[in-house]
């Protein structure tokens, strides 16, 4: 959805490494399917997830950090789109890419580009400047979503340092028809709805929705609005079909289109100047998935996937309509992949599994609309072994073949002891990377719109320069091309320690302390100037960081209708080579009033730009099933965090960065985004288990901070209206 | 015409020097004091094209500096080594070899000014030291130009150099004799947030010049 700024790339650089603990919320999911219904009550099931091990396991029995999002949470919240959901959990902070396109998600300290995003277990593309736009994905079809925290690169591959999210949606499963509509401040309309129906051997499930917003205007003094209005469409459809009990057949798929009406005043050669246009955003994806069961021991699943997703945007100016921007970019991956299941015995489950990714991207910002190719092959092993009853172990770890940037081995070994019935520990350590993306090997970006600046990636660098030079556009080197090699892939080893604890009868508490040590951290390194005055910028392996802390969740129930519980985060995220240059007494900050020089002390380094040293969140759920009612208050707060060098603008003002003593880095002298707390309430109520009205307002006291956090809009009033229908085929 | 002048110039120097390093030869040496010289102007232009917000009207001269005399060395002097430093925009040069007649020679050390206590014995480059990097002319200077190269970092939202905290030019003089300069400001009157409306090109430093044959600043 587009804050469209236009793109600088020392912000992409200085965010690219964030850190966020995520508290999982076990206790809520479980909460979560109470409401199911009443006879559930005396026998409480056990969520299954099948992110962590690929394959449906209990949740409480996983040795990693899981948590999951229930379908009746997000409704109980009034969520549309995912960005919702995921901003109140612990440990998940929603940032702003002011640069880049779309709000990502920060996970244990990592930059979204970290974090892979699936939908039933295949990854969302389109990270066209590096994250992920997460209202991309209507909430309204959504089963579950599971999150697990830690490196998963040992089944996942690329991407997964900071963890997985894994969208899964609803499956036909008896007769279903569901419509809702919602409508709320800035015109913000959502209407959607779904039916489904299994018949014999076949099943259908197709969902649609329609959102509407007018955005919003944070600087109404400005010309434009921080966000501007945009409509989208989304269509789901599944289709199931058994063949026989050991056979069955999925065919899934999606549409998405969405478009919006930009107007921004831009600044060029030091004048203001208006700009109206349009950016419309597509993508689309298809997915079969066979499985068939050899035996009661071995079960194989044959998998395709095919996806793809384009954007385009365009600025005229206002004064003649002559073009003053345009940019597009456009990818596709395709991914065939075979993954088998084998039970030893009880105590043994063997999964193999591989596969072959090519992925394409075109777009102008490659100085071409030549289309580039990579191809991935690979193959992952995990083996589950329960030795002893009380104790459970993975290993698993998978081999990636890039045609590009080589080989990587990701493996990982998780573990889980049950004490006994109140306090299990579990602990896993892995190795995640990232692939040197297409942007960061064949940029050839010319940027005039924000105050000009040149972006080469590595594969075209040399050339491009050797042409400046030749014409004479090169007034200084900053860093000798020669220097500039091959990229090599990112990479990250964790470690998650924690316990799952019963304090008191149903009051329970989960910990999770983690480590991350991540190298080869791709940087944007100042090559040259040109004549002009204007940089040119590539990227180089260069940074080293890490990231700590630890996250706990405590869920309390306070008989049987309400439910409170409380998260927090803590959090280090800090460069590896700052921290050493600060101990050897070789950092310095210049006090901007005195113009003194100091030292700066190893306690005096506040870390890494946009993590918040805490974070945490309070919130009340009640759901009384007799009556209908049903309502919540959550509390969301998040700590002071620093800004990094954006060369960017929020509706033509500048965003300040945090650093303001000449050192480049953020200390406690620095100037700091205030922390804050959002208070979001709704409330419900079901008129004979079949129509729902539904009320609520979101940023209660209404906070805004409108340049430094341009993704928080105002206060939120919303209504909505849904009616559901479903019956259980009874089992022949 | 010039070389003569010149050659005139080292020897009333000389002169100059030998009759005043004779009289401080019976009195305790005084100590050394920090001073700090506002506004250097280092040709900073009539205005700004308004078109590319390139400062205008520039004389691509540079301003010389003498640490001795504490002062501003007039442009006909260039040919002398009556000055040390020569400044135009972010450049400083030092005068020596490919920059100026003298010897003077400048490094760039980390730390905190008063902290440096005695200046560094070796270290110090003149200006043709470095070798050069292909299509970088100023690329071999002894006080390095860019961004996070030498003296300044460049802070691309504010549109402003800003001195980089900590980097302290130690300078040896074509007499031999030791100089430490920290540049604080780069802009007229060192206001404390600097912005791009503020006037660049205007140089405030703080400097040590020790008189006396020794490397101690205190």
Known sequence: ?732 | MNSVKSILSIVLIAGFVAAFTGCSENEDPLPVVATTFTNLAADPGTGFNPSNGQPTGLTRQFTFFSFKTGDIVAHADSATNKWDLGFNGTTIIVNSATSGLGTSQAQIVSGIFDELAIAPTDGYKSDNDVAPIAGAPNANLAIPTGSGQGWYTYDGVNMVNKPTAGKIIVVKTSEGRYAKMEILSYYKDAPANPTFNNTARYYTFRYVYQPNETTSFN
């Open chain 1, 1 to 732: 959805m587009a804050n469209l700024i236009f793109a600088s790339v020392n912000q992409l650089s200085s965010l690219k490494l964030s850190l966020t603990i995520i508290l999982g919320l076990f206790s809520l999911s479980s909460y979560g399917q109470d409401i199911e219904g009443d006879t559930l009550k005396s026998k409480e099931l056990e969520a299954v997830v099948i992110t962590a091990t690929r394959n449906e396991r209990t949740m409480g029995a996983l040795p990693m950090p899981v948590s999951l999002i229930a379908k009746d949470q997000i409704k109980s919240m009034g969520s549309l789109r995912l960005n919702d959901v995921l901003t109140e959990q612990t440990g998940l902070v929603v940032v702003p890419q002011i640069n880049a396109q779309g709000n990502g998600i920060q996970i244990q300290g990592f930059n979204p580009d970290y974090t892979l995003i699936l939908i039933d277990g295949e990854p969302l593309i389109g990270r066209y400047t590096g994250s992920l736009e997460l209202s991309r994905i209507a909430v309204g079809n959504i089963k579950q979503i599971e999150i697990v925290k830690g490196p998963s690169s040992s089944l996942y591959g690329s991407d997964a340092l900071a963890g997985v999210i894994n969208i899964i949606t609803d499956r036909p499963q008896g007769t279903r028809v569901n419509a809702a509509i919602r409508y709320g401040t800035n015109n913000t309309l959502d209407v959607n709805g779904d039916i489904g129906f299994t018949k014999k051997k076949l099943g259908v499930y197709v969902f649609g929705n329609r959102y509407h917003t007018d955005g919003y205007d944070l600087s109404p003094q400005n010309f434009g609005k921080t966000v501007s209005p945009f409509t989208n469409y989304t269509l789901n459809s599944k289709i199931t079909y058994k063949f026989s009990p050991l056979t069955d057949i999925s065919l899934a798929g999606r549409f998405f289109n969405e478009d919006q009406v930009f107007n921004f005043e831009v600044e060029s050669n030091g004048s203001r100047i208006r700009t109206s246009g349009n950016g419309n955003t597509r993508d689309w994806n298809f997915n079969p998935v066979l499985t068939h069961r050899f035996s009661d021991k071995f079960k194989a699943i044959a998998r395709f996937y095919s996806t793809h997703y384009q954007t385009e945007t365009y600025l005229n100016l206002e004064t003649d309509g002559s073009r003053y921007y345009e940019d597009d970019f456009k990818q596709s991956f395709t991914r065939p992949e075979l993954n088998t299941e084998y039970f030893f015995n009880d105590r043994n489950i063997l999964s193999l599994g591989g596969g072959y990714i090519s992925e394409m991207v075109q777009t102008s910002r490659y100085g071409d609309e030549e289309k580039r190719y990579q191809g991935t092959s690979y193959g992952f092993f995990q083996h589950e072994w329960l030795p002893v009853e009380k104790l459970s172990v993975i290993v698993g770890g998978r081999y990636d073949y890039n045609t590009i940037y080589g080989g990587q081995f990701s493996p990982k070994l998780s573990s889980r002891f049950e004490l006994n019935k109140k306090v299990t520990f579990k602990v896993s350590g892995g190795v995640g990377f990232k692939a040197p993306d297409f942007r960061q090997l064949y940029f050839n970006f010319n940027n005039s719109a924000a105050g000009g600046y040149s972006v080469l990636g590595t594969e075209v660098a040399v050339d491009r320069l050797a042409e400046l030079e030749a014409a004479g556009q090169i007034q200084t080197y900053l860093f000798d091309p020669a220097q500039l090699g091959n990229l090599q892939a990112e990479r990250s080893m964790s470690i998650n320690a924690g316990a799952n604890v019963e304090i008191l009868p149903s009051l329970k508490m989960d910990l999770n302390v983690f480590h991350n040590s991540i190298n080869n951290l791709i940087e944007t390194q100042a090559v040259a100037i040109t004549t002009s005055g204007q940089s040119i910028y590539s990227y180089r392996n260069i940074l080293r960081a890490y990231t700590q802390g630890l996250e706990s969740n405590f869920s309390y129930p306070v008989g049987r209708f309400l439910n409170l519980s409380v998260g927090y985060q803590l959090l280090y995220a800090k460069d590896k080579d700052v921290v050493e240059a600060v101990k050897a007494g070789d950092v310095y900050w210049r006090d901007p009033n005195t113009l003194v020089t100091k030292r700066l002390k190893p306690s005096e380094y506040f870390g890494l730009y946009t993590r918040s040293r805490n974070m945490g969140n309070f919130k009340v759920f009640y759901s009384h099933k007799p009556s209908g009612w049903e309502g919540s208050v959550r509390v969301i707060y998040r700590g002071k965090y620093g800004i990094g060098n954006i060369r960017g603008n929020i509706q033509g003002e500048v965003i300040p960065p945090s650093d303001t003593n000449s050192n480049s880095i953020l200390d406690v002298y620095d100037d700091f985004v205030k922390g804050y707390a959002l208070v979001n309430i709704s409330v419900a109520k079901t008129v004979k288990n079949a129509v729902r009205f539904q009320m609520g307002i979101d940023n209660l006291f209404d906070y805004t901070e409108p340049v430094l956090i341009p993704n928080l809009p105002g206060r939120l009033y919303y209504g909505s209206v849904s009616y559901s229908f479903s019956k259980k085929n009874v089992k022949p």
